[in-house]
């Protein structure tokens, strides 16, 4: 669905603008603050304050991004859609928009909001009306955007109310800059100034000082009354109880403005009012009863000539929108005057938008219209298209809007109504949707199109209930089917959702295979960039790849296959692969184990939000434990609890008791941890007598692999039963499929801690020796450390034993102990095969060859046809993710990585 290129246009300036220069110098003050937020009531020209910013912006050459923010946007993978579009019309130059025939280039422009922090360039991003983004989860995501700016990087909002954003920490950092209502006032010295410009009022300085009192230095209402006031006796005419009121404004433009009109005037006014936004044409349309066309036209461009009651929203001046207060004016005179005509204007506004290409507006007037069959009929047929868009807010607001027989007449829309509420976890409208909508099966009525989005939104609620093993069999018998009409890119969820299930069931080589067929196909498709990627993103192939290696301890090459998946999710355009946020618990997983802490609380903070929407139940938890972990490594219990709450909370609210088993078995974790042993093993009771179970028939990923298993190993080390635990260690490890590495070592480093412990120092030292030597050669840290001071202390002792402090095994263990915060005597632990936390792109890693090849800048420029600036800017971005300043660092940095 094309968005107007109006959206990223700002309004025109009009004549007679007074400079808001203090405030603009406030904005523009340095240090540059990153968020800028202007609030202010109707009328108080929020607007024309960033107008004056921007320009001021402009003439410095910085680039600038300009968004005119609608309720449509509260859906996250549109406004994502928005930005990035927005920021590919101002890096052309153009206001023409990225489509089809068009595509922005994500790979050079970088800006999705998912990844806002990580654009090197600098921007200043402005939101206009920001005050209709309601939704909680797009205001999280957004709250996570402004606290991981760069300190080149600046967004600017406008607000009619205080926007419900998460802004303490930039309070705090004196990164904020607030503009009120009552900074936006005109002084008396401006009000004066924007008087003196007009030639035709008779007013004093004395009555301008009366005038400015009355209303209190309200911009809307100065400047309304420069077209009402014309002589000194009129002041009195627009006073009650010496305060100026729209209301007031209301009778005085009847009386000054309005009755001074031809009826024709009157009429078209009055009718167009129902438009946010209009032009000649749809004008044209809408009056064709009464008006020529011709004499539309003249009206309009009569009406423009007074330029304080019509503006314009773009440069060419062919949208066209009257000023919040006429507009509200006109609006109860339409109501008043011709109230039976209402219904039928805002129907004729529908078709017309319709026509046009605009459904949003072209829906909203149908509904206006009280056109529900024409608004559910229009919602039908854009349904699929929003759908496989993710836009579920926008659906959800569709459909509530019609009745549920309207609803039940149109598949698609119900379809999509099913889709929407799965996405928002409203479970048992869910299992009524499916209900409804397998009658509608049994009786022929779906398309098959329809039935194959219907067996997509079955298994998708099946894998989010957690109901593996129902939607295995489902999957499988889909997957035998060969028929042309089981559509590839859905093959290619089915192949990944059975890798996931196989990956739970410890069956790695088959999920091994499984994900390698999602591949194979994705690529026979040439990579497909359909908009049906949304159900199932080939990116999950990779995460279940990575996890499989990972559980078979095979640290560095799930690194490989998480990085391979991160470079898919940053390339594909975000819009069509929602899902690609499956790939992020994986790799943030294997950044714990490695002890990157620093950067995968970044990416986990700066993306929950959005994994809590789009993550499977198992990668969801996965990402909840390692946040929490990371705060309980940094000493900030409160905060470790907090997450895990949140978490068990999830549990109960999704129907998904497996994550609240998960989090109250972390909550046990913790706060052994924290050698609060009673409130552990009460803890423990109140699972076991609520009986909330971690399904033992699973490999669970998350927690620690089968949270209560290795858990209540450490419950029992904290109650010093060390028999005991050291034969549960036994059994577990028995139980435990041979090829579960990951799993078998932390069992044999509790063992460890569980020898130490019952006073067997020498088999603890040797098993440690053992689990080290294993430990190297992937590079594992977290697994060894989380267990605390035994590990430590065991490792202090193994490192001096040692001939060699230069040796591989040596520079292991001295990283180990730098992770306990323990200074070794040898060189600090490297592993050759370091990770970028960022995959490089496919324009860096183009570069970065041809620096190889010692080619200049200015050579570069030639052979890749980009300005020797963008190559500059690539090349600094190259660097930094390199971790080097110099070419010849990163080519040398580059050969270490395997990257030449």
């Given at each position: ?15 007679h603008l007074i400079e808001q220069t203090e405030l603009v110098q406030h904005l523009t ?122 300190s080149h990087q600046q967004i600017i909002i406008a607000s009619r109310t205080a926007p ?237 809007s019609i009745s549920s027989e309207l609803l039940n007449q149109h598949i698609n829309l ?487």
């Amino acid at each position: 669905m094309q968005i107007s290129a109006a959206k990223f246009t700002p309004k025109v300036i009009t004549k007679h603008l007074i400079e808001q220069t203090e405030l603009v110098q406030h904005l523009t003050a340095k240090p540059l603050r990153n968020v800028a937020i202007v609030q202010g009531l109707a009328g108080y020209g929020k607007t024309t304050l960033l107008l004056q910013y921007l320009a001021w912006l402009q003439a410095k050459k910085a680039r600038t991004i300009w968004i005119n923010l609608e309720k449509a946007d509260n859906d996250i993978s549109r406004l994502l859609q928005v930005v990035s579009e927005a920021s590919n019309a101002s890096v052309s130059g153009s206001s023409k928009v990225a489509t089809k025939e068009n595509p922005h280039n994500t790979d050079d422009l970088n800006v999705l909001l998912s990844a806002i922090a990580d654009n090197e360039q600098p921007f200043y991003l402005f939101l206009d009306n920001f005050d209709v983004i309601t939704e909680p989860s797009t205001l999280s995501i957004l709250s996570d955007a402004l606290n991981h700016l760069k300190s080149h990087q600046q967004i600017i909002i406008a607000s009619r109310t205080a926007p419900k954003l998460a802004l303490s920490k930039l309070k705090i950092a004196d990164n904020l800059i607030e503009v009120s209502t009552s900074e936006l006032k005109f002084s008396f010295e401006q009000t004066k100034v924007y008087f003196s410009r007009f030639g035709d009022i008779q007013l004093n300085e004395e009555q301008i000082c009366k005038l400015y009192e009355l209303t209190d230095g309200w911009p809307a209402a100065l400047k309304l009354s420069t077209f009402l006031i014309k002589q000194p006796e009129q002041l009195s005419q627009l006073t009650v109880d010496g305060k100026v009121t729209s209301e007031l404004f209301d009778d005085y433009l009847i009386e000054n403005i309005f009755n001074h009109k031809s009826a024709e005037q009157q009429e078209f006014l009055v009718k167009t009012s129902i438009l946010s936004e209009f032009n000649l044409p749809l004008c044209q349309h809408l009056l064709a009863d009464t008006f020529s066309a011709g004499r539309a036209a003249t009206m309009l461009n009569e009406h423009l000539e007074e330029s304080i009651l019509i503006e314009s929203t773009n440069q060419q001046q062919s949208w066209l929108s009257y000023h919040q207060l006429f507009a509200s004016f006109l609006i109860k005179l339409l109501k008043r005057d011709y109230a039976e005509q209402v219904e039928p204007l805002h129907v004729k506004a529908a078709k017309w938008f319709k026509e046009n290409n605009r459904p949003r507006l072209a829906i909203e007037h149908a509904i206006a219209g009280n056109a529900n069959e024409l608004a559910a009929q229009m919602m039908d047929d854009f349904a699929l298209p929003m759908l496989r868009k993710a836009q579920f807010n926008t659906l959800a607001d569709w459909t509530n809007s019609i009745s549920s027989e309207l609803l039940n007449q149109h598949i698609n829309l119900y379809l999509a109504k099913t889709w929407a509420d799965l996405f928002y976890k409203r479970t048992l409208l869910v299992e009524k949707d499916i209900s409804q909508i397998s009658e509608w099966q049994k009786a022929n009525k779906l398309t098959k199109e329809q039935q194959r989005i219907f067996t997509s939104l079955k298994i998708s609620f099946s894998i989010m209930s957690d109901n593996n093993d129902e939607t295995l069999n489902v999957v499988q018998a889909l997957l035998a089917d060969n028929q042309p009409s089981n559509h590839s890119l859905v093959r290619i969820g089915f192949y990944n959702i059975q890798a996931y299930i196989h990956l739970s069931q410890a069956k790695f080589e088959d999920a091994r295979i499984d994900g390698m067929n999602a591949l194979a196909l994705t690529q026979f498709m040439g990579k497909n960039k359909s908009s049906d990627n949304v159900f199932f993103t080939v990116t999950y192939a990779h995460a279940v790849q990575a996890f499989a290696l990972l559980l078979q301890g095979k640290l560095k090459r799930a690194l490989a296959v998480a990085e391979q998946g991160l470079r898919d999710f940053y390339q594909q355009d975000f819009i069509e692969s929602a899902n690609a946020y499956g790939v992020l618990p994986a790799y943030t997983s294997l950044l714990y184990e490695t002890n990157k802490l620093d950067d995968c609380e970044t990416i986990l903070t700066r993306n929950l939000s959005l994994i809590r929407q789009f993550a499977l139940p198992e990668w969801l938890a996965v990402s909840y434990l390692c946040l929490a972990r990371i705060h309980l490594a940094k000493n900030n219990t409160n905060d470790a609890i907090k997450v895990i709450e949140t978490l068990e909370q999830i549990g109960y609210s999704d129907h998904l008791p497996r994550l609240s088993a998960i989090a109250r078995w972390e909550l046990v974790r913790i706060h052994l941890n924290n050698g609060e042993v009673i409130l552990a093993n009460d803890i423990a009771e109140r699972i076991s007598s609520e009986n909330l179970v971690v399904k033992k028939a699973q490999c669970s990923i998350a927690a620690d692999n089968e949270a209560d298993t290795i858990t209540s190993i450490r419950l029992l080390l904290a109650n010093q039963q060390y028999k005991k635990a050291l034969k549960q260690i036994a059994d577990a490890i028995e139980q435990s499929q041979p090829n579960r590495h990951y799993r078998i070592l932390k069992l044999e480093v509790l063992k460890v801690v569980a020898l130490k412990q019952s006073n067997e120092h020498r088999q603890a030292l040797r098993l440690l020796t053992k689990l080290v030597a294993q430990g190297q050669n992937e590079g594992f840290v977290r697994t060894f450390v989380d267990e605390g001071e035994v590990i430590s202390e065991l490792l202090k002792e193994l490192y001096q034993t040692l001939d060699d402090y230069n040796s591989k095994l040596a520079l292991y263990i001295a990283s180990l102990l730098a992770a306990f915060g323990i200074e070794a005597n040898a060189a600090q632990y490297e592993e050759v095969n370091n990770r970028l936390i960022e995959p490089l792109t496919k324009r860096e890693e183009e570069l970065l060859h041809l620096i190889n090849k010692g080619h200049t800048n200015s050579k570069i420029s030639a052979l890749l046809s980009l300005s020797e600036s963008t190559v500059k800017w690539h090349l600094s971005n190259l660097f930094s993710k390199l971790g080097v300043k110099r070419r010849n660092q990163a080519t040398s940095k580059a050969r270490e990585l395997g990257l030449l």
